[in-house]
């Protein structure tokens, strides 16, 4: 049991060091003026839906991507390939 602890610790650093070299690189080349096409989650006042483009995208990049007006007052549908795979609602008023 503790050596299956160990072995996941293990492999979850390797990938946040994975993660952190991609966005070093990433910056770095965008500095070096390289076209780094990042897709960006994609909110959609219409109907309150948020399309993010891969299951993977970070949480920051999803609320950064909803007018701060809107997720105050809206639930609002994160969705992925046609599918709603999270909702963000609106803060309790109790707390």
Avoid: C, W
Avoid at 14 to 28: G, N
Avoid at 30 to 55: A, H
Avoid at 69 to 77: D, P
Wanted: proline letters at 4%; hydrophobic letters at 35%; a negative charge.
């Amino acid at each position: 049991m503790a050596n299956e602890q160990e072995t996941g610790a293990k492999i979850k650093e390797i990938l946040d060091r994975t993660r952190r070299l991609e966005t070093r690189l990433t910056s770095f080349m965008q500095s070096q003026g390289f076209d780094v096409r990042t897709e960006k989650p994609v909110f959609s006042t219409y109907d309150f839906t948020l399309t993010i483009p891969s299951m993977r995208t970070q949480l920051q990049d999803i609320i950064d991507a909803v007018p701060s007006e809107v997720m105050l007052t809206e639930e609002i549908e994160v969705i992925h390939k046609g599918e709603v795979v999270a909702m963000i609602y609106k803060p309790n008023e109790d707390d």
